[in-house]
């Protein structure tokens, strides 16, 4: 509320406002006076944000006093703002309904001074308190804006660092986590998924290889090209992935008990697609279109969406970086190498499309995100 409050007096009557003007002529100090007969220029000034409280009548031609409430009462910005009836009506079923509509208060007609005095004050400390609630409203708005910034970052900072906890025993060094994240993304949207998809699948695919884990490290580190046996092992970083990202632990039931009884629908939802997905990635990001892929041979639809986009944001990262038994291709080869697979049905046509729209953003990730330190080292794979 302003400084000096401003308070509208709506009535038809000339003669009405005239007194009203006389009545108030002493409160000038302290309080703005607007006078209008037309209810709808009234209705104009309160929606410009120019009036504090209003005093209306009720039996006015055009645009009634439940009219003008109505208008006010339907306008984000003035909803709350105290009106009061002015009326020589005293028929218990027009207060009835002017109460049931919203409006703050009545006065009646004749008007006692000191009475209109009193209301006009009792509105005013009305209409001071609920902007000293809207601010205080504000205030825990921006603290609970600003709290779910800080468990947001920190969130990222937990997926990116048990992202990096994969890669770590076979030196990545974590370029490739947060570029498979970002080409995942573009893929997502050039696709046309929604902003929750989008969200869910840039947060979960740096997670695709966290079942390395559990990978002896003879196999993980050996340079040179794994044995079928060996292969096999590898092979099972998926199934272990999915197990680290799905698996409830027994002893923690008790804590996810509590945490679901203290979060809302809408976050237990967000929190299942984010698990659901991250766990669908890790099962099946080397599954291929043909399915001739790992570790279940899945095929075509049967793979999941967000692990069709993995497994070729992944390829492509792999062919653009350097590893113990190869330099990192230019993108030219890359791209000819990516169709070469795509021919041999290795790819889901529709995220292959995606990728030539948007493989030039792609390559200009790869640049921007470059890896500092050891090459990867024995990997399960001729590209990956």
Same mark, same amino acid.
């Given at each position: 509320m302003r400084e000096k409050p401003t308070v509208l007096f709506v009535d038809d009557e000339p003669h009405v406002l005239i007194g009203l003007r006389r009545i108030l002529a002493t409160r000038c100090g302290h309080w703005d006076f607007r006078f209008l007969s037309d209810p709808r220029r009234a209705l104009d000034l309160i929606l410009g944000g120019e009036v504090d409280v209003v005093v209306t009548d009720i039996r006015m031609p055009e645009m009634d006093g439940f009219a003008l409430l109505k208008a006010v009462r339907s306008n984000e910005a003035t909803q709350d703002m105290p009106v009061t009836f002015l009326t020589g009506c005293l028929e218990d079923d027009v207060k009835r309904r002017a109460l049931d509509q919203g409006a703050t208060d009545?006065?009646?007609?004749?008007?006692?001074? +000191? +009475?209109?005095?009193?209301?006009?004050?009792?509105?005013?400390?009305?209409?001071?308190?609920?902007?000293?609630?809207?601010?205080?409203?504000?205030?825990?708005?921006?603290?609970?804006?600003?709290?779910?910034?800080?468990?947001?970052?920190?969130?990222?900072?937990?997926?990116?660092?048990?992202?990096?906890?994969?890669?770590?025993?076979?030196?990545?060094?974590?370029?490739?986590?947060?570029?498979?994240?970002?080409?995942?993304?573009?893929?997502?949207?050039?696709?046309?998924?929604?902003?929750?998809?989008?969200?869910?699948?840039?947060?979960?695919?740096?997670?695709?290889?966290?079942?390395?884990?559990?990978?002896?490290?003879?196999?993980?580190?050996?340079?040179?090209?794994?044995?079928?046996?060996?292969?096999?092992?590898?092979?099972?970083?998926?199934?272990?992935?999915?197990?680290?990202?799905? +698996?409830e632990a027994q002893g923690m039931r008790p804590f996810l008990q509590w945490r679901d009884q203290t979060r809302s629908l809408g976050e237990m939802g967000s929190q299942h697609l984010f698990l659901a997905m991250a766990g669908d990635i890790a099962r099946a990001h080397h599954e291929r279109w043909d399915g001739s892929g790992y570790p279940f041979q899945l095929q075509g639809d049967q793979i999941p969406l967000a692990a069709r986009i993995v497994y070729l944001a992944d390829m492509f990262d792999a062919l653009g970086s350097d590893r113990p038994y190869k330099q990192a291709y230019p993108h030219d080869k890359v791209m000819s190498i990516m169709h070469e697979e795509f021919q041999s049905d290795a790819f889901d046509p529709m995220v292959y499309t995606a990728f030539q729209a948007v493989s030039e953003r792609m390559r200009q990730v790869r640049e921007d995100i470059a890896d500092e330190g050891r090459p990867h080292a024995g990997d399960d794979s001729s590209f990956m």
């Open positions: 009545l006065l009646n007609k004749p008007i006692v001074p +000191e +009475e209109l005095v009193a209301r006009i004050a009792s509105m005013l400390r009305l209409r001071h308190y609920q902007d000293q609630l809207k601010g205080l409203n504000h205030t825990l708005e921006e603290r609970v804006r600003s709290r779910t910034e800080e468990l947001d970052r920190a969130r990222l900072d937990i997926i990116w660092r048990l992202a990096k906890a994969g890669e770590y025993q076979d030196e990545e060094t974590g370029g490739h986590v947060v570029r498979v994240g970002c080409y995942c993304r573009l893929l997502a949207e050039q696709i046309g998924m929604n902003r929750t998809f989008v969200e869910a699948i840039f947060l979960t695919s740096p997670l695709h290889d966290i079942g390395k884990i559990g990978v002896p490290d003879h196999i993980l580190l050996k340079p040179d090209t794994l044995t079928p046996e060996e292969h096999k092992i590898m092979e099972t970083h998926c199934r272990i992935g999915e197990k680290i990202l799905v +698996e």
